[in-house]
């Protein structure tokens, strides 16, 4: 079996066949895509000379509106189709392509989105057989890629935890919510330092973007929601935006492995913790009546129950204010039970003969 670290040196090694894979797919495609923008710049072109002929060389009046209408609904027809194909719409620069969609850059960025389950859309196979040679890409590289970017997450949260032990100082709010809580809400707030960073990357290519454009890509792209809705369009930075994209996938397996320790383990301790103490306390709140002093109930619990001291490292803090909190949270139960249980007054009437 080969271990965490091991698999996670794989990513790295096997990048030039990854490489290699990608020249297929613009080998494939790219010849379907020079042939689809041909075909549509052609008929935006005859169109384009049908409309300006017709108005140049129409003598009849008559007909004149309708003649225009017609021919200029099936010119915008063809512009739009041209717009969505990728085409600008600019005449005197023979209806450019403003990027290729299958060049190199592309096509890596394009393996990337499908290998992490991305898949923005904006770039799809549409010859059979490279949408085949899609299906098989993805069928061998999407389990490597996923466990290779799990084993980053948990290489990661190991190396928080480890930053957390050898840390010099711990907040005092540590004391509260936890380590483990604290270890998650650490790395959450790296994983928005580094959104931040990555959509301030974005605002020096693209330039019709916004800050929150740029954070709320980078967002979507590591949740591996992938909407489509807002893509680099520029390809000189591909192969940056591809490893920026990899390394905060790692990123967010490390918080959802953090939050998984921290359920699983709160979990664990209240299934230990929840058991006879908490279960004879609340049979005591319910069946003590007025008859129970909350007063000498919670001294009693106080004065027995070791204290949380934050100088002293023992393994069994936790354990204590975990259950410090069960039984304070069933004392305010049994109290409030008691104030809202109505006082009785009873009156006794006794009959004599005297």
């Known amino acids: 079996m080969v271990c965490m670290p091991a698999r996670a040196a794989m990513a790295f090694i096997s990048y030039p066949f990854f490489t290699l894979l990608t020249q297929i797919f613009r080998h ?3 010849p379907a895509e020079v042939a689809r923008l041909t075909q549509l710049k052609d008929v935006v072109k005859t169109q384009r000379e049908r409309f ?11 007909n004149l509106n309708e003649l225009l209408s017609f021919e200029l609904a099936k010119y915008e027809a063809a512009v739009q189709q041209a717009a969505e194909g990728g085409l600008l719409i600019v005449a005197d620069k023979d209806f450019p392509e403003p990027y290729e969609r299958w060049s190199i850059l592309q096509a890596v960025f394009f393996s990337s989105t499908v290998l992490t389950t991305i898949g923005y859309g904006n770039i799809v196979p ?3 057989s490279g949408r085949v040679f899609c299906i098989c890409f993805a069928l061998i590289g999407i389990p490597f890629t996923l466990t290779v970017i799990a084993d980053w997450g948990r290489l990661f949260a190991s190396a928080v935890s480890v930053f957390g032990k050898h840390m010099p100082t711990k907040p005092k709010f540590t004391n509260f919510i936890g380590k483990t809580w604290f270890y998650a809400i650490l790395a959450v707030g790296f994983l928005g330092v580094y959104l931040a960073a ?8 693209e330039d019709d973007w916004t800050f929150f454009d740029g954070f709320y890509f980078c967002f979507i792209t590591m949740t591996t929601i992938g909407f489509g809705d807002l893509v ?10 591809t490893l920026y ?14 939050v998984r320790r921290q359920y699983a383990t709160s979990w664990a301790k209240l299934q230990e913790l929840s058991g006879p103490m908490a279960e004879t306390l609340r049979r005591l709140g319910e069946t003590a009546g007025t008859g129970l002093d909350y007063t000498t109930l919670q001294k009693v619990l106080t004065v027995s129950m ?17 259950l410090e909190a069960i039984t304070n949270a069933i004392l305010k139960e049994v109290k409030e039970a008691q104030n809202s249980k109505p006082k009785v007054l009873q009156i006794v009437i006794y009959e004599s003969s005297v």
């Open 198 to 205: 990555g959509a301030g990357l974005l605002l020096l290519w």
């Open 28 to 30: 494939l495609e790219r």
């Open 126 to 128: 549409v010859t059979t």
């Open 245 to 258: 994209i990899l390394i905060g996938l790692a990123l967010t397996s490390t918080i959802i492995e953090l």
């Open 306 to 322: 070791p204290k949380w001291n934050s100088n002293k490292k023992s393994e069994h803090n936790s354990d204590i204010a975990a």
């Open 52 to 62: 300006m002929s017709t108005i140049l060389n129409n003598t009849e009046v008559n």
């Open 232 to 241: 680099p369009k520029k390809p000189n930075y591909m192969l940056l935006c």
